[in-house]
């Protein structure tokens, strides 16, 4: 019998006796070769001991940084065939669309995806469990042992009497990792990541009524240098961005108002700043979304207490943007008579900057009066990490303008805000969420404070 376990019986006939242990062409390629598998939801390194007839690896686990021992002192575990793959990367020749790899995401972990075909510069097109699709070269594919039961990650077919997507949605695929992940990823991985790292309590300083603006509240070590790494990660677990441009900026015209952005909350609602006729795509709130909306959530109304965020309503909209380096967002109004009290946004940078390993410094615009006949204007310099909150006049609320001014109407009473990107080449991500009136559009708003 194979040394190896697996049971296998060696001919007699077709092979002549050996002195010694015997093994089976498949045991002796595997045994004590280093495998990528999986233990738990992960994918962990590891090297394999021995296989039995049920085409199971007994797998002893290492961290990566070990050369060949065994520094965590882990207990070796059964891992299926199916579950594991090779440590090498992937010969060119034996990749195929349809392929079941692992393959090595931004965050240097392995994940199971298949092969949907090939993309520019020698790369492979793959999807994730969870529907993300991906880049990636040869070097960071490992193909399976045996194919997986992989999660279906496709939307179901059409019924009878459903009506077929337009050509439009058809490019934004229906099994994205925002509205309807299956398995897990990178997104989950990456919240994951972040909830380890998340601090539920803390001391956080909080400025209010900033320069003076009835409603601006600014705390500016929101999150911590391990918590915006995260975040970039669940970013970069994100896709499917809409371009949005709102000209140019500046007395010459020359800077480009300008960002991405993907929008959450009720999908039959148009996102902010896009006009009723347009399709704005606001994807429905997925289960790793709703989880970031917690954590944010609940931190947003414990360290800003005096801002009386959200009373009696929790946020259901939420949007995820980048702005590029050198570019900006105009000032402008949110729809006046849209939301209820309070937007509250954070924003660091895609990279670590040069000073600060949560990115580089932006700039809060706020301005009070139209762009002709401007009463006053504050430019607010934020580090990265920072978050504020935007209620009353800051946000323009129809309820708290002393002319009632609605959607994106301008007055001299209330503040426009915008945010300026100029002065650095890092891109600035940022989350902002909001509560949106359901009763919006369905009865006239009742004047508040004036």
């Given amino acids: 019998d194979c040394s190896g376990g697996c049971g296998e019986r060696r001919a007699a006939a077709a092979y002549p006796a050996e002195p010694g242990p015997w093994r089976c062409t498949k045991c002796e390629k595997l045994i004590g070769c280093e495998v990528i598998a999986r233990r738990g ?15 199971q690896l007994l797998v002893q686990w290492w961290e990566e940084t070990a050369t060949g021992s065994n520094e965590k002192g882990l207990a070796p575990e059964w891992v299926a065939e199916r579950h594991a793959a090779l440590a090498a990367p992937a010969d060119g ?3 195929r669309r349809g392929m079941a790899v692992l393959a090595e995401w931004v965050d240097g972990r392995f994940y199971c995806a298949t092969v949907q075909g090939g993309a520019a510069q020698a790369r492979v097109l793959l999807q994730f469990e969870d529907g993300l699709r991906y880049e990636a070269g040869l070097d960071a594919l490992r193909p399976l042992l045996d194919k997986p039961l992989l999660q279906a990650a496709h939307s179901p077919p059409l019924s009878a009497g459903r009506e077929p997507r337009s050509s439009l949605q058809r490019m934004l695929p229906a099994d994205l990792p925002s509205a309807r992940a299956a398995g897990y990823g990178p997104l989950a991985q990456s919240m994951d990541r972040l909830e380890a790292v998340w601090r539920c309590s803390g001391t ?13 509240f600014i705390c500016r070590d ?16 994100h896709q499917g961005w809409a371009m949005y441009q709102w000209g140019t900026i500046g007395r010459k015209k020359e800077l480009a108002s300008i960002l991405q952005r993907i929008d959450f909350g009720l999908e039959e609602m148009t996102a902010e700043g896009v006009a009723a006729q347009s399709k704005s795509f606001t994807r429905a709130i997925g289960r790793h979304q709703q989880r970031l909306i917690q954590l944010l959530e609940a931190r947003m109304r414990q360290v800003f207490a005096l801002a009386g965020l959200w009373r009696e309503c929790d946020v259901n909209m939420m949007q995820l943007s980048q702005i590029p380096g050198g570019q900006c ?11 209820q009290e309070g937007i509250a946004s954070v924003a660091w940078s895609e990279t670590a900057g040069q000073e600060d390993s ?9 301005q009070c009066g139209p762009s002709n006949n401007v009463q006053r204007q504050v430019q607010l310099p934020m580090p990265a990490g920072a978050a504020y909150i935007l209620s009353k006049r800051a946000q323009g609320r129809t309820a708290w303008c002393s002319r009632h001014k609605v959607a994106h109407e301008s007055c001299a009473c209330c503040w426009q805000h915008g945010v300026w990107n100029e002065k650095t080449a890092l891109t600035r991500q940022s989350i902002t969420m909001r509560v949106y009136d359901e009763e919006w559009g369905r009865e006239a708003s009742s004047p508040g404070p004036g």
């Fill in 222 to 237: 929101f999150l911590s240098p391990a918590e915006v790494a995260a975040f970039r990660l669940v970013f970069a677990a």
């Fill in 93 to 95: 020749e034996r990749v």
């Fill in 358 to 366: 949560r990115g580089d410094e932006w700039t809060l615009g706020m």
């Fill in 41 to 55: 939801r992960e994918y962990e390194r590891g090297v394999v001991q021995q296989r039995d007839r049920n085409s």
């Fill in 329 to 339: 967002l105009g000032h402008h109004f949110d729809r006046r008579d849209k939301w």
């Fill in 204 to 216: 956080w300083r909080v400025e209010h009524e900033v320069a003076d603006i009835c409603g601006l």
